[in-house]
């Protein structure tokens, strides 16, 4: 894959290089607490929050869940594992599990 960035007449089939991405990342919604790692990507589906998938998009954006922001899981609610409590970058916000699903990390 690096070959194909460094070559800057290569022809880059988007679909294909969004596809790898997906593929070494995990939802952050189903990482466990101590996890930490980048965000990768936002990929709201429709089975979110009951928000449109623009307007939850925005809302993670506004609070800092932007592509190459470091996440750490810091804690987990005591029933169901939710809310989790995840640092971005130095602020610490909490999340219900089904929308940090939109959020892709590695």
């Known amino acids: 894959m690096a070959d194909v960035f460094s070559n800057p007449h290569a022809v880059v089939d988007r679909q294909a290089v969004d596809l790898q991405a997906s593929v070494s990342s ?36 506004e609070l800092g869940f932007v592509e190459g922001a470091r996440v750490e899981i810091l804690h987990e609610g005591m029933f169901g594992r939710d809310p989790i409590a995840v640092r971005v970058n130095e602020a610490t916000i909490a999340l219900r599990r089904r929308e940090a699903m939109a959020i892709l990390v590695s």
Do not use: M, Q, W, Y
């Not at 990482?31 to 429709?46: L, T, W």
């Open 26 to 61: 995990l939802p952050l919604g189903t990482a466990r607490r101590g996890f930490c790692g980048r965000i990768d990507a936002i990929a709201v589906n429709g089975h979110s929050v009951g928000l449109p998938a623009g307007e939850l998009e925005s809302r993670l954006l």
